[in-house]
T-cell receptor
């Protein structure tokens, strides 16, 4: 079975500072990796995904994530955050076959401070 | 953009009452999921369907929850009777099993408060 661990439940950061949200996964087979963002009172929106190929993937709103197979990690980064990035961020994994649902981490609440 | 539509957006009900939440998946998507989000548990998978057939509902309390897909354009989640501990945001998501690389599209959720 797959599992996802988001190491930080809350991350406060000042505006225009860089941020890294950490995600580690566990799986005995290859997986797809996703980051979703949830703005207040909204549903989850796909931020970016790793399918194969280059380990550095770029997403919307200036976010990027790096897949590290040896460390089974998929950390999310942004070089300079804005107030509008305040949201909950979820890391998730999916089997390549698509026969099982996404497995989510518990989320990291990013708070950007002016 | 194609959307997953959930109704109602908010629901306040008294303990013991029946609650029905509805979801309209994206046209053509053959897989539909119901998730529940709470502060304590995060996102929990309640049930999911493929081609309208239930594949797994092990995440649901069977005595009070039921999930159905009367047709390809409607999924329902029913709670009867409701309890205060059911207060949560319930999300529906849809996707295509043959393209897991696309992830799922989530609705905006139904915020349920049971008093």
């Amino acid at each position: 079975a797959q599992s996802v661990t988001q190491l930080d439940s809350q991350v406060p950061v000042f505006e225009e500072a860089p941020v890294e949200l950490r995600c580690n996964y566990s799986s005995s087979v290859s997986v797809y990796l996703f980051w979703y963002v949830q703005y207040p009172n909204q549903g989850l929106q796909l931020l970016l995904k790793y399918l194969s190929g280059s380990t550095l993937v770029k997403g919307i709103n200036g976010f990027e994530a790096e897949f590290n197979k040896s460390q089974t990690s998929f950390h999310l980064r942004k070089p300079s955050v804005h107030i509008s990035d305040t949201a909950e961020y979820f890391c998730a994994v999916s089997l390549l076959s698509g026969n099982t649902p996404l497995v989510f981490g518990k989320g990291t609440r990013l708070s950007v401070i002016a | 953009d194609a959307r997953v539509t959930q109704t109602p957006r908010h629901k306040v009900t008294e303990m013991g009452q029946e609650v029905t939440m509805r979801c309209q998946p994206i046209l053509g998507h053959n897989t539909v999921f119901w998730y529940r989000q709470t502060m304590m548990q995060g996102l929990e998978l309640l049930a999911y369907f493929r081609n309208r057939a239930p594949l797994d509902d092990s995440g649901m309390p069977k005595d009070r929850f039921s999930a159905e897909m009367p047709d390809a354009t409607l999924a329902t989640l029913k709670i009867q009777p409701s309890e205060p501990r059911d207060s949560a945001v319930y999300f529906c998501a849809s996707g295509l099993v043959r393209t897991p690389r696309d992830g799922y599209t989530f609705g905006s959720g139904t915020r349920l408060t049971v008093v």
